[in-house]
Structures are given as structure tokens and as C-alpha cells.
Antibody, heavy 119, light 106 residues
């Protein structure tokens, strides 16, 4: 069955970086794009960006440009999201999700990774 | 960026009653609108796409309508498992989500 398994919770200090991994299984890795969202407590999901697992092309939301990088490793079928220069308002649960062909939605999600930024 | 606005923030409904949730886009998204359901501690679950097409396995009591900038999600007869937060998402210009409507038990 399709699963996306994310890395564990992280606690970081302001100014540091975090790298979250997402490992899909149950389907051909390069056939579906992967997208990343984050969700602060009590808030709706915020779309962060997308990566093509086929060729590595990326698209990031404008307000994170320059701080976020999404990469993929086809040898291990893993996608990564790195966020730099962390601030306290980056504290959130970070999700990866598989993009349905046609881009109309995200059908399978990871379990979420809590990133806490605190001094 | 297309901004999605949902109303109301909270909807209090009795089991068996009808719930109507609204979503507005800051510019036309045609029919490129998806609805998700999220329960505490879980990732969102895809309910409806294309504004009105139910995803696989979604009960018929969930229906969506609208196009352009105004959309509605209707739950015809609320079941206990339907009390959750609902988000709309546009996919006309990449993706963006609304802030959600919490459907709570009256």
C-alpha cells in the first residue's frame, strides 16, 4: 500500500537549519511529484513547494524563496526539505504528500514532522 | 498568490443535520477546487476535487458545488465521524489552502 514515512521530530535554535526526509513506498517513486506543507498550531496548511521526482524540478512559495530547498535522491527513493535561518514562527508540523496526476490534489500524506524552533 | 477564505470559522451542528461550508477565492480558480477533511492528530484527507467530484471512497453525503470564486461543501446528514476541520484548496495557480472551518457537535 502507498505510504509516505517522514523523519522524526526536531528541535532547533533560531538561525539554524532543519532537513526533513520523506520516503514514499508502494508505488513507482518517479511517477508522482511530491509537495510539502506546514501547519502551525490551529492554522490551515501552508503550501511550501513542490518537487518533480522525475527530473528534480522545483517550485517554491514566494515567501520562502531563498530559505527552502527541496531535493530528491532517486537511489534511495527519498525526498528532502531543508529550511534555513529558522525563526520561531517556523514552528509547525511539516508534511510531505503525493501529488495526484493532473495536480488536483494530494492523495497520500506523510505522518508529519514536528519542528520546534526555540532558544 | 491566490488567497482562499473560508466561512464560518466554526459551525456548530447537531448529528443528522445538514452542514454548509463556504470557500471564496481572491480570483477565479475556475473549477480547480479541492476539499479536505482533517481530524486531530491526522493529516488531511482528500474529499472532493474539481469542485464537485468525490474522491474514491468518499460517502455520497458529501457534495461540492461552485465555480469561479465561490464554492460550497455540503454534508447532507452529519455523522459522528464527520466532526472535523475542513479545508478548501485551489489548484488553478499551484496550490493554496483556506484557513479552515471547524464543524463541531451541538
Amino acid at each position: 500500500q502507498v505510504q509516505l514515512v517522514q523523519s522524526g521530530a526536531e528541535v532547533k535554535k533560531p538561525g539554524a537549519s532543519v532537513k526533513v526526509s520523506c520516503k514514499p513506498s508502494g508505488y513507482t517513486f518517479t511517477s508522482y511529484g511530491i509537495t510539502w506543507m506546514r501547519q502551525a498550531p490551529g492554522q490551515g496548511p501552508e503550501w511550501m513547494g513542490w518537487i518533480s521526482t522525475h527530473n528534480g524540478n522545483t517550485k517554491y512559495v514566494q515567501n520562502l524563496q531563498g530559505r527552502v530547498t527541496m531535493t530528491r535522491d532517486t537511489s534511495t527513493s527519498t525526498v528532502y526539505m531543508e529550511l534555513r535561518s529558522l525563526r520561531s514562527d517556523d514552528t509547525a508540523v511539516y508534511y510531505c504528500a503525493r501529488v495526484v496526476p493532473g495536480d488536483w490534489g494530494f492523495d497520500f500524506w506523510g505522518q508529519g514532522t514536528l519542528v520546534t524552533v526555540s532558544s | 498568490e491566490i488567497v482562499m477564505t473560508q466561512s464560518p470559522a466554526t459551525l456548530t451542528v447537531s448529528p443528522g443535520e445538514r452542514a454548509t461550508l463556504s470557500c471564496r477565492a481572491s480570483q477565479s480558480v475556475r473549477s480547480k477546487l479541492t476539499w479536505y477533511q482533517q481530524k486531530p492528530g491526522q493529516a488531511p484527507r482528500l474529499l472532493i476535487y474539481g469542485a464537485s467530484t468525490r474522491a474514491t471512497g468518499i460517502p455520497a453525503r458529501f457534495s461540492g458545488s461552485g465555480s469561479g470564486t465561490e464554492f460550497t461543501l455540503t454534508i447532507s446528514s452529519l455523522q459522528s465521524e464527520d466532526f472535523a476541520v475542513y479545508y478548501c484548496q485551489q489548484y488553478n495557480d499551484w496550490w493554496s489552502f483556506g484557513q479552515g472551518t471547524k464543524v463541531e457537535i451541538k
